[in-house]
């Protein structure tokens, strides 16, 4: 999709970090942005600096994990620009822990946000793009998490696989039927945002007791935590999927060299080779 000026964009988790980003980003580019989040205050504001740039930017509450929510995201978007052209499905949320002792309250809450919530875009978003029949483009946050393993991090990592996954078959089925909508995979490395923070937008009845937490969760969500400020700024991430958008470029990833690079690259070769897994890149220390 070369020309984004005058076009719509519906981001999901734009009230911060990348989300955020990617609506400044792409409205200094030309384009109408609808900025959706579950988190309504943080989302006004926003909106408001967003459009104190001078960008055309629309705010709705929506959560993702909650399919008619989508669709009236849709309904907005559209009452608001008419047509939509690109979608990010980019809201997501962290929890640590082991495959065993992650409780299960952990695993629903990743699984209906991360992968819920991109399924739920989907469902409501490619229709919309297939029917209009003009050029658009579908973009799923990831992680390099959803490239490579590591322990300790059950639930997110296994999110971010399924939504590369489901990026690829999509990719996939648009082109078979030689559609004008192209879909990029956002994989980001570690990114200074609020996703350390992430317990803030969990919804009541997946509330966990963390009297009863075990130690690695605790570990693993404050070493997070302690490091997301020494992440790449948000700002690069949404020009990487803008320039992916108008290149019609499947991967976005961290530049050629970067460690969890080499650890995707270990994991591919481990299966080509069928070696058990070896741990690699930042997990592993690199
Ligand atoms: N920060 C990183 O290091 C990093 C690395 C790789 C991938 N990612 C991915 O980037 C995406 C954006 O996260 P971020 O790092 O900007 O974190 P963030 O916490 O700063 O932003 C995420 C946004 O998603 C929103 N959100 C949470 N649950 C929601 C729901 N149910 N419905 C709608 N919105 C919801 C939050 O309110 C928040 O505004 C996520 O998918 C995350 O997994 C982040």
């Not at 900025?35 to 205050?41: F, H, I, P, S, Y």
């Not at 990831?142 to 489901?166: I, Q, R």
């Not at 963390?210 to 992440?231: F, H, M, Q, R, W």
């Amino acid at each position: 999709m070369e020309h984004v000026q005058g076009k719509t964009a519906v981001i999901t988790g734009a009230a911060s970090g990348i989300g955020r980003a990617m609506a400044r980003t792409f409205g200094e580019a030309g384009m109408r942005v609808v900025m959706a989040d579950v988190e309504g205050t943080s989302l006004e504001q926003a909106r408001k600096d967003v459009a104190a740039a001078g960008i055309e930017a629309v705010a709705h509450v929506c959560d993702v994990s909650q399919a008619d929510a989508v669709s009236g995201l849709a309904e907005v978007a559209k009452d608001a620009f008419g047509g939509i052209h690109v979608v990010c499905n980019n809201a997501g949320v962290f929890a640590g822990g082991t495959t065993w002792g992650t409780p299960s309250s952990d695993y629903e809450w990743v699984i209906n946000v991360n992968i819920w919530g991109v399924i739920h875009g989907l469902q409501t978003f490619v229709p919309i793009l297939l029917e209009q029949d003009e050029p658009g483009h579908v973009v799923n946050t990831a992680s390099m998490a959803g490239l490579t393993t590591g322990p300790m991090t059950a639930a997110y990592f296994m999110s971010k696989h399924a939504v590369v996954s489901m990026s690829e078959s999509l990719f996939h089925e648009l082109k078979a039927r030689e559609a004008k909508v192209g879909v990029s995979v956002v994989c980001p490395e570690l990114v200074d945002t609020r996703i350390g923070e992430a317990e803030r937008n969990r919804p009541h009845h997946l509330k966990r007791d963390d009297e009863e937490l075990p130690n690695e969760t605790k570990l693993v969500e404050a070493a997070i935590k302690a490091s997301t400020p020494t992440g790449v700024e948000p700002k690069v991430l949404a020009e990487r999927a803008l320039a992916a958008i108008q290149e019609n470029q499947f991967w976005v990833l961290p530049p050629d060299g970067d460690p969890w690079r080499r650890a995707a690259k270990q994991r591919c070769d481990d299966i080509v080779h069928a070696r058990n897994p070896t741990l690699a890149g930042p997990a592993a220390g690199d």
